[in-house]
């Protein structure tokens, strides 16, 4: 269905009798029409985002008699399955009636159901008048009238005798002229053809013995128009043999709901910014790729540089016009059977079939060179650079996994500085990952004791005598041994954590340094030893012995029990 196709339906559902109630999978309003408001009291404003459940309109969960309770609709939702019958509900005054009522999903990827629509009609009086007559054969002119106020045709095919008879209302939904009279056959012809297997199933399952089935077709009407049917049919047995005798169905007009489950299964499965297809229908579409084997696959994620510079600069009403040409933009730079679509926010992603690494690469080109032309934005003209990050399908590859993989090559790509593009690598990955554990584990080591010192001495050739040491840092990683600073102390410079190690590291090393003077006979006359220097955190750091941000001589010793001028120490994170 065209998108204009979808708006005109849309707009159409504002103007028809019944009320139409989108709602999303945990039962939250997402489309409230008019009729809605005329019959529960509620503006659309002050339902959408709310639970169906906490409006008040339903007058009781669990009514005695009534067809169905909340909960048997909600499991049969979440089963994929639909429900029609009677509802008691309520004004928001508080004046309670009963309603028909059809529920039926909307299904999304792998028929999950992600939404569901409700369509009713008010028929407290009527139904109730129905029933009545029902019983009452006599007083069939007023059944006829409640059909009619219902909108619920019926029908009747004695099987004795081959006499079909059908209600006036069913002669007004299938399109025919007043009083005219058709045949079960001439009913049949009006079926839409791929359907009639469905009535054939259902009225093989009544012959059989099932007491009752419910159905959905499509029939094409004389006039040329579609229309949507959902029949409730049985059939009764003779007693004694068991031949069946009488076929009854009602056949109700559905066509109104279907559109409007057809409009909120498109809402469903596309941005409401950009009418683009959304991660739901891309991960479709991606999977349906991966499925045909000897296609190759490749998933490009387009990331705006600086967005929030720009959407803070122009405003965010701009901003989005501006991811609307964006998406329009992008619909032109890649090829007809390509998929473009926008995962959030002024992230899009870019699906194409049939494309290898190198043809891959010149896209991502065609693309960012596309994306640099301005934008003309409320009389402004605005410049945008993109990073492309992408991947390309390989044995084993989900579209969860292509999808994670041109993600994490588009941060990649603005890691070198953006406008750019690269293509994902796993063992880029690999690296990362285990560069990511490292740094989680570097937080914790110092609260584990992880991490040591040792001492290299160093020595005056001259005088054959030691003048001083080097303090050398190390980690023990309790499950990867002993790693050495050249991996570690870039992660620690990277995140920070190079504070507080080189705090600890001075003043491990300076008390070390005062045990020697109690302990090393002579160690305490020396002359001040040279002095070179591999942490230093910013000055005044509260976190350092007396506030000092060296390991030379000073006051900031004496927490470490040294003296001033007393001694210098090599702190070394090298090898």
């Known amino acids: 269905m065209k998108q204009d196709d979808l708006v ?15 709602l999303d999978d945990i039962w939250r309003v997402i489309y409230w029409n008019q009729a809605s408001e005329r019959l529960y009291g509620f503006r659309s404003t002050e339902v959408l985002g709310r639970k169906v459940t906490e ?78 007559l029902q019983v009452a054969a006599a007083e069939l002119e007023r059944l006829i009238a409640a059909q009619e106020m219902v909108h619920m045709g019926s029908v009747e095919h004695d099987i004795v005798s081959d006499r079909w008879s059908h209600s006036d209302e069913y002669a007004r939904i299938y399109g025919l002229a007043p009083g005219e009279l058709v045949s079960r056959k001439q009913s049949l012809a009006l079926v839409h053809p791929e359907d009639l297997e469905v009535i054939e199933a259902a009225r093989r399952a009544l012959d059989s013995g099932t007491k009752r089935v419910e159905y959905e077709f499509r029939i094409m009407r004389a006039d040329g128009e579609l229309r949507w049917m959902q029949s409730q049919a049985r059939m009764t047995h003779d007693a004694t043999s068991g031949a069946p005798l009488r076929f009854l169905a009602t056949v109700m007009d559905i066509t109104d709901r279907k559109d409007a489950e057809q409009v909120l299964e498109w809402q469903a499965r596309h941005d409401a910014l950009t009418g683009l297809p959304n991660r739901y229908l891309l991960i479709d579409v991606l999977k349906g790729f991966l499925g045909r084997a000897s296609r190759r696959v490749v998933v490009m994620f387009v990331d705006v540089d600086r967005f929030k510079l720009v959407n803070d600069g122009i405003g965010h009403t701009a901003g989005d016009a501006l991811l609307i040409l964006l998406g ?55 410049f945008l650079n993109v990073s492309v990050g992408i991947a390309v399908s390989g044995p084993g590859d989900t579209a969860e996994s292509l ?13 070198a500085g ?22 989680s584990d570097l937080r914790v080591a110092l609260e584990r004791d992880e991490l040591f ?17 080097e303090a050398l840092l190390r980690w023990r990683h ?18 920070g954590l190079i504070v507080p190690i080189g705090t600890w590291v001075l003043n491990e090393a300076l008390a070390q340094v005062q045990r020697w003077r109690s302990n090393v006979p002579g160690a305490g006359s020396r002359e001040p030893l040279g002095r070179s220097e591999h942490f230093r955190p910013p000055a005044r750091d509260p976190r350092l012995p007396g506030h000092r941000a060296h390991s030379g001589s000073g006051g900031g010793h004496r927490s470490s029990g040294g003296e001033p001028g007393d001694h210098r120490n090599r702190v070394d994170g090298a090898t």
């Open 478 to 495: 309790r499950e990867h041994g002993l790693i050495m600073p050249d991996t570690f102390i870039p992660i620690a410079e990277e995140t």
């Open 55 to 132: 409006l008040g309109i339903i007058a009781s969960l669990d009514v005695p008699g009534q067809a169905a309770t909340m909960q048997e609709i909600t499991d049969g939702i979440a089963a994929g399955q639909g429900w029609a019958g009677e509802f008691w509900m309520q004004h928001r005054t508080g004046r309670g009636f009963t309603v028909y009522a059809t529920v039926s999903p909307v299904r999304g990827i792998g028929a999950m159901t992600v939404a569901a629509v409700a369509v009713s009609t008010e028929i407290t009086r009527d139904i109730a008048e129905l029933k009545r």
């Open 418 to 439: 953006g406008d750019g593009s690269v293509v994902y690598d796993s063992r880029t990955t690999g690296q990362a990952a285990g560069r990511l554990d490292l740094q």
């Open 453 to 469: 010192l040792e001492y290299q001495p160093i020595i005056e050739l001259d005088a054959e005598q030691t003048v001083g040491f």
């Open 403 to 415: 999808l994670h993989g041109a993600d994490t090559a588009m941060y990649e790509a603005k890691a």
């Open 328 to 382: 329009e933009r992008l619909r032109t730079a890649v090829r007809p059977g390509d998929t473009v679509g926008r995962f959030g926010g002024d992230e899009f992603v870019i699906v194409c079939e049939n494309l290898g690494t190198r043809d891959a690469a010149a896209a991502a080109e065609r693309i960012r060179m596309a994306t640099r032309q301005p934008f003309n934005i409320d009389g402004r003209r605005i």
């Open 8 to 22: 005109m339906q849309s707009l159409l559902l504002e103007e028809i009798e019944q009320s139409v109630i989108g």
